[in-house]
């Protein structure tokens, strides 16, 4: 009788935090889980999608300090959350100085371009120069339309996360659902199930997705949809292999010999068994829907603006990668390699826990 190790003794998530690869994929992760939540608590820029626009400051590196002058609005903003964020309740115009003029005046170097300045005059309406003059500082830089790439990179980490886990949630469904059926009733259940797998597979991925988009739409929740349909073939080949094999087995056929229905066999006596590769692809191709979604913002059949998406960001702002401001693009860029790396990691440390064959 074999004797299990020490290592097949431990528990599952013990297993887990004993491999490194797991712990690296799971902290990165956990950080982007945590900033996808309280994106709107952390962003410099709690605006709705960080869309507070100042093209006088556009395109400044990491690190840009700039000074502020708050004018109040005659309209009072809409309520905000901190879910979806909150207008902004002033103007923000920014200065390079100024100086009190009397008691009720604030006279203002409005910073226009390098080297370009306007004096404008201002009444200050009772309110204190504290609650007048602010600093802020764009830790990232600012894109080419003077956003705040920090609040807009936190932001965009919910798009990611949330296509990655709808186009995962459909993948599943509909990989194991099929991928079930074939492997389980074979004959023509298999062969009709295995040429829809071919048919699908023939297609590029981009083109694919390219197709649903244009069907469905270009609003973001349909992009997921579009991920998660293109995504389900290598599920349902990795769940029919599996079931084709666990079919024979001996405690399959008992379970037949009792009278269970062909339903309650494939659910809950093969499926459970399946667990462990499925969980392996799972993370795969949550990685590949986050590069997949990034694409298809850069090309412009993604996220809309003024949503701020991964890839729509590099879009905007790749021209600059030539000039002496490449950070504009590269720092979305390092964060989709970094989340993608991560749920890779997770998928490798997954298959050296679980013992997953490829």
Same mark, same amino acid.
């Given at each position: 009788?074999?004797?299990?190790?020490?290592?097949?003794?431990?528990?599952?998530?013990?297993?887990?935090?004993?491999? =490194?690869?797991?712990?690296?994929? #799971?902290? /990165?992760?956990?950080? @982007? *889980? %945590?900033?996808? &939540?309280?994106?709107?608590?952390?962003?410099?820029?709690?605006?709705?999608?960080?869309?507070?626009?100042?093209?006088?400051?556009?395109?400044?590196?990491?690190?840009?300090?700039?000074?502020?002058?708050?004018?109040?609005?005659?309209?009072?903003?809409?309520?905000?959350?901190?879910?979806?964020?909150?207008?902004?309740?002033?103007?923000?115009?920014?200065?390079?100085?100024?100086?009190?003029?009397?008691?009720?005046?604030?006279?203002?170097?409005?910073?226009?371009?390098?080297?370009?300045?306007?004096?404008?005059?201002?009444?200050?309406?009772?309110?204190?120069?504290?609650?007048?003059?602010?600093?802020?500082?764009?830790?990232?830089?600012?894109?080419?339309?003077?956003?705040?790439?920090?609040?807009?990179?936190? =932001?965009?980490?919910?798009?990611? #996360?949330? /296509?990655?886990?709808? @186009? *995962? %949630?459909?993948? &599943?469904?509909?990989?194991?659902?099929?991928?079930?059926?074939?492997?389980?009733?074979?004959?023509?259940?298999?062969?009709?199930?295995?040429?829809?797998?071919?048919?699908?597979?023939?297609?590029?991925?981009?083109?694919?997705?390219?197709?649903?988009?244009?069907?469905?739409?270009?609003?973001?929740?349909?992009?997921?949809?579009?991920?998660?349909?293109?995504?389900?073939?290598?599920?349902?080949?990795?769940?029919?292999?599996?079931?084709?094999?666990?079919?024979?087995?001996?405690?399959?056929?008992?379970?037949?010999?009792?009278?269970?229905?062909?339903?309650?066999?494939?659910?809950?006596?093969?499926?459970?068994?399946?667990?462990?590769?499925?969980?392996?692809?799972?993370?795969?191709?949550?990685?590949?829907? =986050?590069?997949?979604?990034?694409? #298809?913002?850069?090309?412009?059949?993604? *996220?809309?603006?003024?949503?701020?998406?991964?890839?729509?960001?590099?879009?905007?702002?790749?021209?600059?990668?030539?000039?002496?401001?490449?950070?504009?693009?590269?720092?979305?860029?390092?964060?989709?390699?970094?989340?993608?790396?991560?749920?890779?990691?997770?998928?490798?440390?997954?298959?050296?826990?679980?013992?997953?064959?490829?």
């Amino acid at each position: 009788m074999h004797e299990p190790s020490f290592r097949e003794r431990l528990p599952f998530w013990r297993q887990l935090t004993r491999n =490194i690869n797991c712990v690296m994929g #799971l902290s /990165v992760i956990g950080i @982007a *889980v %945590l900033a996808a &939540l309280l994106a709107y608590v952390l962003a410099p820029d709690p605006t709705p999608d960080a869309n507070r626009v100042l093209v006088e400051i556009a395109a400044q590196k990491p690190g840009f300090r700039q000074q502020f002058l708050l004018l109040k609005k005659e309209e009072a903003p809409l309520p905000g959350s901190w879910w979806s964020g909150r207008d902004d309740a002033f103007f923000s115009i920014p200065i390079t100085g100024w100086k009190r003029k009397g008691t009720d005046s604030i006279v203002v170097s409005k910073y226009i371009d390098e080297g370009i300045t306007e004096s404008l005059t201002y009444a200050t309406n009772g309110r204190a120069i504290s609650e007048l003059i602010t600093h802020r500082t764009y830790y990232l830089g600012t894109d080419k339309f003077g956003r705040d790439i920090l609040s807009r990179l936190l =932001i965009g980490t919910r798009i990611s #996360l949330g /296509v990655g886990l709808v @186009a *995962v %949630l459909i993948s &599943l469904t509909l990989g194991i659902f099929l991928g079930a059926l074939a492997g389980y009733y074979k004959g023509k259940t298999d062969a009709w199930i295995l040429w829809l797998i071919n048919v699908t597979w023939s297609i590029p991925t981009i083109l694919l997705v390219f197709a649903i988009t244009l069907a469905l739409g270009k609003e973001h929740g349909q992009i997921f949809i579009a991920v998660g349909c293109t995504l389900w073939v290598n599920v349902a080949r990795l769940v029919r292999g599996q079931v084709l094999a666990i079919r024979e087995l001996s405690y399959v056929e008992a379970a037949k010999v009792m009278g269970f229905s062909d339903l309650r066999i494939i659910f809950r006596h093969i499926l459970p068994n399946c667990t462990g590769p499925i969980m392996v692809i799972a993370a795969s191709n949550f990685a590949t829907a =986050i590069v997949i979604e990034a694409g #298809l913002s850069f090309l412009g059949l993604g *996220v809309q603006p003024p949503q701020p998406s991964w890839g729509l960001m590099i879009k905007e702002n790749y021209n600059f990668i030539i000039t002496n401001n490449p950070f504009l693009a590269l720092i979305p860029g390092l964060a989709i390699m970094l989340l993608v790396m991560a749920f890779n990691l997770l998928g490798n440390g997954l298959r050296d826990v679980l013992d997953v064959r490829t």
